[in-house]
């Protein structure tokens, strides 16, 4: 690498900081505790989020451009191991022969797209995993929307590869899925900036693609996040649109259009494009819902709810230390869709803290729970703003706050059941935290049902680990 790549990757603010890619891999065993691991969590808790090995243009480089890198920490037996590997698709490995980048990043292609760029000869789209995982099938998956899941192993975290269904996966996999425990389904979605401009699909308990239907919608949208319940799967439309004669113009290719509208979609889980419900709502942007389920004729969903986005220029705006984005933080809210009468209403559950990444006791997805677990974020901070945790009770509208601590940032939490658990929130909420002032990582244990306490265990790592996106646990 140049000087002055060197200079301008210093300069990109997702490539800077905690931000900064890490090169090594390691396994690091029974790691320093502050506090107690306790005897009753077995598995693994996980993150993964965007790493680049090659960067084509660091002056344009997009926080979603990065290869993927999953770092882990194993429980088990009140000890903790820790791992960090490089998710191994076939683009990195090329990218690695070749000893230099291949494709471009994201806003480089969009715009090479609209001027009718050739593509590289290995295809327009690098395949990243970067964005989240699941384990469905007893197969642990990396994820991210513009392509197809990949299979990697237990504990070693070793690359196994893609799973494109037997063929029968005709569009591209969405980042964030829905496991149906009960059941065993699957609910997965795809959304292209061409027609079909979104897709849907079931796999079985037994890892079978068994449904797939396309849903109409008006244009190409950026549709991250779905949700279920134990009849439905529902679907956000919302105005972060994909515009090929935009882009022509000299304009973003994906930017926000309000004059798309913003509707939710509720389709029953085996039907079609022609059984889905559509209900139109305050235009909005929603990147993470938290869960969803039915009672009588209404269909509930939670979600964490901002007025617009700018997501296309991340890159920019996250250099801009004056832009106010407060029209891009997120609230909790609640709709109410009723199936019966056509009506949904809408409900701010916190007016106050603005927060993102919901998440949930999983083995409760597509059925009514109480307790939501949100990351808090400081509208006064730039690029990774959680510096708390949130628990929301539905029931009686009460909201714990855990904080970080000074100069302490998070992210995404998960909730951990401990092993025997009998309540919702019978368990652990778990995330990696960077100490900004001593610049050390650490994961933290909080016990949900003491949650503004402090936590019960702190398992230092011993090497950085950068921001990332979303977050798992798989219990042993």
């Known amino acids: 690498m140049s000087t002055q790549e060197k200079i301008e990757i210093e300069e990109n603010f997702f ?55 999953v770092h882990q920490v194993e429980f ?8 960090n590997r490089f998710v191994d698709t076939d683009g990195l490995r090329k990218e690695r022969e070749k000893g230099s980048w291949i494709w471009k990043g994201m806003t480089e292609t969009m715009e090479d797209m609209a001027a009718g760029t050739p593509p590289p000869a290995e295809g327009m789209f690098k395949d990243l995993v970067n964005t989240a995982m699941v384990f469905h099938n007893d197969t642990f998956y990396g994820l991210m929307e513009g392509g197809v899941p990949h299979e990697m192993s237990l504990p070693n975290l070793d690359t196994v590869g893609p799973n494109n269904y037997e063929g029968r996966l005709n569009h591209p996999f969405t980042a964030h899925p829905k496991v149906d425990v009960e059941t065993g389904e699957m609910m997965t979605f795809g959304y292209s900036p061409m027609p079909p401009f979104c897709t849907y699909s079931v796999i079985n308990a037994e890892g079978e693609l068994v449904h797939s239907t396309p849903i109409s919608i008006p244009k190409g949208v950026m549709m991250h996040d779905c949700a279920i319940t134990d009849k439905h799967t529902i679907f956000l439309d919302l105005p972060i649109t994909f515009d090929f004669t935009r882009a022509m113009n000299g304009q973003k290719m994906l930017d926000w259009e ?20 559509w209900f139109e709502i305050d235009n909005c942007m929603v990147f ?75 083995n409760l997805a597509g059925r009514k729970t109480r307790y939501t677990y949100v990351a808090g974020i400081d509208q006064n901070q730039r690029g990774t703003p959680f510096n708390r945790e949130m628990k929301y009770d539905g029931e009686t509208g009460d909201i714990q706050v855990h904080p970080l601590g000074e100069g302490c940032k998070g992210g995404e939490a998960i909730f951990a059941p401990r092993v025997g658990a009998v309540d919702e929130d019978d368990g652990y909420v778990i995330l990696f935290v960077r100490d900004e002032i001593n610049q050390t990582s650490e994961c933290r244990v909080i016990d949900a049902k003491n949650f503004e306490a402090e936590p019960v265990a702190r398992v230092k790592i011993p090497y950085r680990v950068p921001f990332g996106f979303h977050a798992s646990w798989v219990a042993k």
Not at 76 to 83: E, L, N, P, S, V
């Open 76 to 83: 088990d037996g009140g000890k903790a191991t820790y791992r």
């Open 258 to 277: 309000p004059e798309n509208g913003s509707r939710i979609g509720v389709v029953p889980r085996m039907g079609s494009d022609e059984d889905i419900k």
């Open 288 to 362: 993470h819902v938290a869960n969803a389920w039915e009672e009588g004729d209404e269909v509930v969903l939670l979600a964490c709810r901002a007025n617009k986005t700018e997501v296309g220029d991340a890159t920019e705006n996250a250099n801009d230390a004056d832009m106010d984005m407060t029209d891009q933080l997120a609230l909790f809210t609640e709709w109410r869709m009723n199936m019966a009468t056509g009506e949904v209403t809408e409900r701010n559950l916190d007016p106050v803290n603005y927060g993102e990444f919901p998440r949930i006791n999983d």
């Open 15 to 69: 490539l800077s900081g905690n931000y900064a890619p890490v090169s090594e891999e390691h396994v690091a065993e029974d790691l320093e505790v502050i506090g107690e691991i306790p005897a009753d969590l077995k598995g693994y808790f996980m993150r993964i989020g965007p790493n680049p090995v090659f960067v084509a243009n660091p002056a344009k480089y997009h926080i979603f451009d990065g290869d993927g890198m």
